[in-house]
């Protein structure tokens, strides 16, 4: 952590015991996963994707780490930011129904513990992209940059359910 700069952060503390005291059981068949799915990294031909953008995250893994990524990063780009979420796109639930659908098999059970693996990660890159913009003097403290403010708030918020 101390390479992200988030090993100070009470948030990223917090969601690092709770995700090594949670473990979810391990796949059956592990899958390349993108490892950054959202829907900023999908190029469309009118309604229908046609590109998959952005894999340098990748990793092997059960599904609902992309899924949990999915749906923290859409969280993110809305409460996280102070917006309402896109109006049309399916909530948290729906997702997840539709994701069991597809899959075959049900995933809502350790989804908690995957979003908040998602918010984990997240915090962490943008507590570097902080980092990096102070190291380079383009701002004057990591608590200047918005990203990596409301990425740990976020994480936070995420964990106060969870206890």
Not at 1 to 16: I, K, N, T
Not at 26 to 52: C, I, K, Q, T
Not at 75 to 94: F, I, Y
């Amino acid at each position: 952590m101390d390479h992200f700069g988030g090993a100070d952060s009470v948030p990223v503390r917090e969601a690092l015991a709770l995700l090594r005291d949670g473990l979810p059981p391990e796949p059956e068949r592990p899958s390349l996963l993108w490892g950054d799915a959202r829907l900023g990294n999908l190029m469309f031909s009118g309604v229908a994707p046609v590109a998959v953008l952005d894999w340098e995250m990748a990793f092997l893994g059960p599904g609902e780490a992309d899924l949990g990524w999915y749906l923290y990063l859409d969280r993110h780009l809305s409460e996280g930011v102070g917006a309402p979420g896109l109006p049309g796109l399916p909530g948290r639930a729906e997702t997840i129904r539709r994701y069991e659908e597809l899959a075959g098999r049900p995933v809502a059970a350790h989804m908690d513990w995957y979003e908040v693996f998602a918010g984990f990660r997240f915090a962490l890159i943008a507590s570097r992209v902080g980092r990096l913009l102070v190291e380079h003097g383009l701002v004057a403290a990591e608590a200047d940059v918005p990203l990596a403010r409301n990425a740990a708030n976020l994480l936070a918020r995420t964990l106060r359910p969870l206890g």
